[in-house]
């Protein structure tokens, strides 16, 4: 039995992949913003699962909120708080939040739970395809995922041999996120060569695919039906 912990693991993909690992019998933590929240969501998935609350947008709380977290084998960088935002109508509050919780805020987590990996762990984080193509509003979003490709380089250099890649999803058809976008859902399919857009699942099935493949390390997997 592998200790799973998924930042960011209260709902869409985050949230499967802790259903994919307690179903295979580990042990997860899932954390979200808030405590009560990510105990209900643990209890719903089943299994040896226990939720917590950590908040990506506060760096300095994140070594507290950790602190009773054991030994991590897998470690996945989940959280995303959305940000809609464009340079010529910038809201500064909204791109330091975003900002601050995936960029700072993953690294903290990294940080934190150093003295709890071991040379056989592995780190997955999450970025996105805005970081390529991207879309009116997608600023930040853009400029984050972007982020994502210098860290995967400088966190596995200086956390070997612990591995550490990053998965880019297309537009997840099926994620939370998306629920009443159908328009432009269309959009990006009818532009998707595989001629359907991802799922949660498929992103599940690559990420653990990360986690798992020991020859995997400093690979950005893209997930987007061949779309970018
Ligand atoms: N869905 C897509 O189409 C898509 C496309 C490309 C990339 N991605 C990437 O895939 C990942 C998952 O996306 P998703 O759509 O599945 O996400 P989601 O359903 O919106 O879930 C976001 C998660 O992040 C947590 N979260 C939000 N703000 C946080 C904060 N400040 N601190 C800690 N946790 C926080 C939420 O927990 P609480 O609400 O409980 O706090 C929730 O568990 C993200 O990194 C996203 O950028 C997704």
Redesign the pocket.
Known sequence: MSNIVI?????????ELGEYYAGHGHSVV?????AE??EK?AAEIGGTVRGIA?????PPGIAGALAEVGPVDRLAL?????DRNSVKDYDVGGAV?LVT??LV?YTTVVHALLDRLTPESSVLL?????KDRPYPGSTN?SIV?AGVLGMVRTLAAEVAPVRINAI?????GD????VGAAGLLEGVRAQTPSGRLVT?GE?VEASVMLLENRGLNKVNLTVDGGFA
């Open positions: 930042i960011g693991g209260t709902s869409g993909i985050g949230r899932v954390t979200g913003r808030d929240r990510a969501i950590v908040d990506l947008a506060d989940v959280g995303i708080q959305r939040d919780m995936k805020g999450f970025g996105g395809m805005a979003i995922n880019h999803p297309g537009v997840v994620s939370p996120y998306w949660m992103v």
